[in-house]
């Protein structure tokens, strides 16, 4: 079973950096892709970044396109969100997701870790 593992959430003044982690545990791991998504109080989920466990150019959200990155590291298994130059309207619970092995849909999500940006 996979388990995904959000860290690095927190307070961080307007203008700021963070980065995120998530952790993939259970052998073996497999996915197509792993994204990033986050939801603000009282709004639907949206969708952040994602990018290909094989490689490949990202995708990112236009509201966070030249902001953020999504930088992996295929032998811990783990992706990261870099995310600079934060503003107020980033704040968020931000969720890890993975897809299956043979579909890109998003089918393992984490549980989310915070980030609240001071402005």
């Known amino acids: 079973q996979v388990q995904l593992v959000e860290s690095g959430g927190g307070l961080v003044q307007a203008g700021g950096s963070l980065r995120l982690s998530c952790a993939a545990s259970?052998?073996?791991?497999?996915?197509?892709?792993m994204g990033w998504f986050r939801q603000a109080p009282g709004k639907e989920r949206e969708f952040v970044a994602f990018i290909m466990w094989s490689g490949g150019s990202p995708a990112y959200a236009d509201s966070v396109k030249g902001r953020f990155t999504i930088p992996r590291d295929n032998v811990k298994n783990t992706l990261y969100l870099q995310m600079n130059s934060l503003r107020a309207e980033d704040t968020a619970l931000y969720y890890c997701?993975?897809?299956?092995?043979?579909?890109?849909?998003?089918?393992?999500w984490g549980q989310g870790t915070q980030v609240t940006v001071a402005s």
């Open positions: 997701a993975a897809s299956g092995p043979a579909d890109d849909s998003f089918s393992r």
């Open positions: 259970g052998r073996p791991f497999r996915t197509l892709r």
